[in-house]
């Protein structure tokens, strides 16, 4: 069965440089979610979309931004990139639909240096 | 304090043991429960969910709800070394429409099970 695809798994940037994320949803799924992941830590919820509009925002800093586009997959592009950025960045998605299962994708591992 | 609080480990128990996670949470208004497994480097991947208090099992696996206490647990029978992973308690204050994968989670409890 087809996962959340994430890309690139992993990449590496210098501080003040940009990176874009990008997340390609489960088939039919209408809602996507992203998660940042430090080092030792649990999930922090950044942002989701729902039919390409944000439905939710969490702790996502200024510097970085979102969308979803027609064909449902979402970039999550982050400027001005900072060490403490470095962390691995989760995409998920679901049907909106109360009681389905949100699958989460294998991740997207960024440092920066 | 965090909104969710999870025992944060480490486990280290020998295979066939039954294993016990728990969290708590100081948000009343969460309505769905959920338990994740995550392997070293990958994304996590959903065990068991429920919305009401009491007990729901699948398999091995059994989860425990409290509202009253807001208290959750997740137990492990017959333990396998092939559950050595991170367990991640999660929650969302709705069970449908777009805030459902609006999820807390707790800090995670890192589970080694020995032959």
């Known amino acids: 069965a087809a996962g959340v695809i994430q890309s690139p798994r992993h990449l590496i940037k210098e501080k003040r440089e940009t990176a874009t994320l990008k997340c390609y949803p489960i088939?039919?799924?209408?809602?996507v979610y992203w998660y940042q992941q430090g080092p030792g830590q649990d999930p922090q919820f950044l942002i989701s979309f729902y039919e390409k509009m944000q439905s939710d925002k969490g702790s996502i800093p200024d510097r970085f931004s979102a969308q979803q586009f027609s064909d449902y997959h979402s970039e999550l592009n982050m400027s001005s990139l900072e060490l403490g950025d470095s962390a691995l960045y989760f995409c998920?998605?679901?049907?909106?639909?109360?009681?389905?299962?949100?699958?989460f994708g294998e991740g997207s591992w960024l440092t920066v240096v | 304090q965090k909104e969710v609080e999870q025992d944060p480990g480490p486990l280290s128990v020998p295979e066939g043991a039954i294993v016990s996670l728990n969290c708590t949470y100081s948000n009343s208004a969460f309505q769905y429960f959920m338990w994740y497994r995550q392997y070293s480097r990958k994304g996590p991947e959903l065990l068991m969910y429920t919305y009401s208090s009491g007990n729901k099992e699948d398999g091995r696996f059994t989860a425990q709800v409290d509202k009253s206490s807001k208290y959750i647990s997740l137990f492990i029978r017959d333990s396998q070394p092939s559950d050595s992973a991170t367990y991640l308690c999660?929650?969302?204050?709705?069970?449908?429409?777009?805030?459902?994968?609006?999820?807390?989670f707790g800090q995670g409890t890192i589970l080694t099970v020995h032959p």
């Open positions: 998920a998605s679901s049907l909106s639909g109360g009681g389905n299962t949100i699958y």
């Open positions: 088939p039919r799924h209408d809602t």
């Open positions: 999660a929650m969302a204050f709705s069970a449908g429409g777009t805030s459902y994968g609006k999820l807390t």
